[in-house]
């Protein structure tokens, strides 16, 4: 960018074009904030998936935990 601007038309320019790029950029940065949102909600849901999930495999009244269990009480 210039350190002088000569006259009032190119003043104008310049500033059009600053808050054109400026603008462009927070529509990027709200777009990735939106992105990034999704993301770690899925995330979260996974989690909270995979902690159910080996709860229900530890549990003791799991059918299958406790007939494994039994399994190999006999052996």
Request: no cysteine.
């Amino acid at each position: 960018m210039e350190d002088q601007v000569e006259n009032l038309e190119e003043a104008r320019k310049i500033i059009k074009n600053l808050r054109e790029r400026y603008r462009s950029q927070s529509h990027q940065l709200l777009a990735w904030r939106r992105r990034v949102k999704a993301q770690e909600e899925l995330i979260t849901k996974t989690e909270s998936r995979a902690s159910r999930a080996t709860e229900d495999a530890v549990s003791t009244t799991n059918p299958l935990r406790v007939s494994f269990v039994q399994e190999a009480e006999r052996h």
